[in-house]
Every structure is written in structure tokens, then in C-alpha cells.
């Protein structure tokens, strides 16, 4: 998949080998040979995310459908909604699901142990304010989110694609984030997070490029209350590692380019 998780050290492992041979895509990416959110890996569904899977996926598992989803319907009350793209195993997800009970998360991952992974944690810490789409976040952006509807959208250490001539595979480009831009509300709040140096500067040259957010610090932003770290995330702080967060808002009135 295209999210790494900090909590997981095998998502920090090399794209496989047949993904990493291709050509880096042009620029005009977001169809033909467009971006995906996601690098299709294997990965093994144990006994308790299968039983997640089929215990509590029939009622937080939305179905993907190429028309607007209506989200209060799905989540049964009217909240504010945060988008979460690439949860990988989830843990962050539900700790700040629970630490924000009066905000809904729409949570986005294709590869099948991670959701299972956070319908578990749903289960056991008795969740009601998760929802999860298995399913590419470009065409669930593009069809089922509804312009200006989100409150919050979260990328929490996407794949670096680390290879200079893979840059142009990074999730965090100018298409992608005006597309993103227009399913935000006015002062709604999109936050990144890397552990790249590299991706996190072309991060701030991207957003800091779209006309429609502005910044809610001068560079990079500490990191938010609410953004667990995690023990992968900490080990690599007492390495003396980094990691980088960046917050901007939508501005009022503000039109995507």
C-alpha cells in the first residue's frame, strides 16, 4: 500500500520489486496512469482480524459506490468528519477516535489486515464514531466525498516512494491536493506527517503552493495533542530521527485551483 505505518516495520519496507522497476508517472497522473493511494502488497489476515472482518465489517465497512455517500446516515448523527487516508493497522485511528468522540472518522486502506486490525480495536474499545472504505482514496475522494464536506483530513506517514526517480509516485502532489481541497469546508484542516525529511519539505513546497490553504505555522507545525506518538515513531526520536507535521486550513472562501 501507499501508507506506512510507524507502528508497523514492515511498511517501512522497500515498494516491492516489480512497482519499484516501473517508470516514475508524468505529472498529469490523477487518470490516465493516475496516482493511487495505495501499493498493493500481500500480508496475512490472522484468526482475530478475520473474525473482525466478519463480525463487525457488515456494520463499519461502507460499501465503495460511485455516487456522494451520505455520511450522516452512515454514521447516524450529523458531526464533524475527518478523512483518514491510509490508517495501516489502525492503532492511531482509534486512539484518536476515542480521544474525540464528537467527530466521525472516515478511515481509507486497501490492504485487508489493517482493516481487520481496526475493526478489532473498534470492537474492543466499543467505537461508534469509525467508519472504513476499502478502496483506492483518489476514487473515493473524486465519487463518493461531496464537495465541502470535510472537516479534517488525515495523511499520517504516507509511502516516500525514497528513490528520486519515484518522487513523482508520492501521494502529497498539486493535483491531488486540489482535489482534496475541494471536498474540504471553508477553515477546514488537512495534516500531514512524515518521517522523510525529504517527502516533508516537498510537502511544504506542495500545500504551501495551494492558493486555497494556508499555513497554521511558519514552516512545519508542532506536533498536535490529539497525534499519538508511536513506538516505532519514539524509538526513532531516542535514534535521533525526525518527524514532521504540517497543519494548514482551508481559508474562508477559498477556491482550489
Not at 522497500?14 to 493511487?36: F, T, Y
Not at 461502507?62 to 495501516?88: C, K, M, Q, S, W
Amino acid at each position: 500500500m501507499m501508507i506506512h505505518d510507524p507502528n508497523d516495520p514492515e511498511s517501512h519496507a522497500s515498494p516491492p520489486p516489480d512497482a519499484d522497476d516501473q517508470p516514475a508517472e508524468p505529472d498529469n497522473v490523477l487518470h490516465r496512469r493516475r496516482i493511487r493511494s495505495f501499493v498493493t502488497r500481500a500480508g496475512r489476515v490472522s484468526t482475530g482480524q478475520r473474525r473482525a472482518l466478519d463480525e463487525l465489517g457488515p456494520r463499519f465497512v461502507v460499501p465503495y459506490t460511485a455516487n456522494p455517500a451520505d455520511l450522516d446516515g452512515i454514521f447516524g448523527r450529523h458531526a464533524p468528519r475527518i478523512l483518514e487516508i491510509g490508517f495501516g493497522m489502525g492503532a492511531t485511528t482509534a486512539e484518536i477516535a476515542a480521544l474525540r468522540p464528537d467527530d466521525d472518522f472516515l478511515g481509507v486502506e486497501v490492504h485487508e489486515p489493517g482493516v481487520g486490525a481496526l475493526l478489532k480495536l473498534i470492537g474492543e474499545q466499543n467505537l461508534t464514531n469509525i467508519r472504513i472504505v476499502q478502496h483506492d482514496a483518489v476514487e473515493v475522494l473524486e465519487q463518493m466525498i461531496a464537495p465541502a464536506s470535510l472537516d479534517g483530513v488525515h495523511i499520517f506517514f504516507p509511502d516516500p516512494w525514497h528513490k528520486a526517480r519515484h518522487h513523482k509516485r508520492r501521494l502529497i502532489q498539486p493535483k491531488f491536493v486540489g482535489l482534496l481541497v475541494s471536498r474540504m469546508k471553508p477553515g477546514a484542516y488537512l495534516h500531514c506527517a512524515t518521517d522523510w525529511q525529504n517527502y516533508a519539505e516537498q510537502m511544504l513546497e506542495v500545500l504551501g503552493a495551494e492558493p486555497a490553504l494556508e499555513n497554521t505555522a511558519a514552516d512545519y507545525a508542532p506536533r498536535p495533542e490529539y497525534r499519538p506518538v508511536t513506538k516505532f515513531e519514539r524509538r526513532g526520536l531516542r535514534l535521533g530521527h525526525g518527524v514532521w507535521d504540517l497543519v494548514f486550513r482551508r481559508r474562508a472562501g477559498g477556491q482550489n485551483a
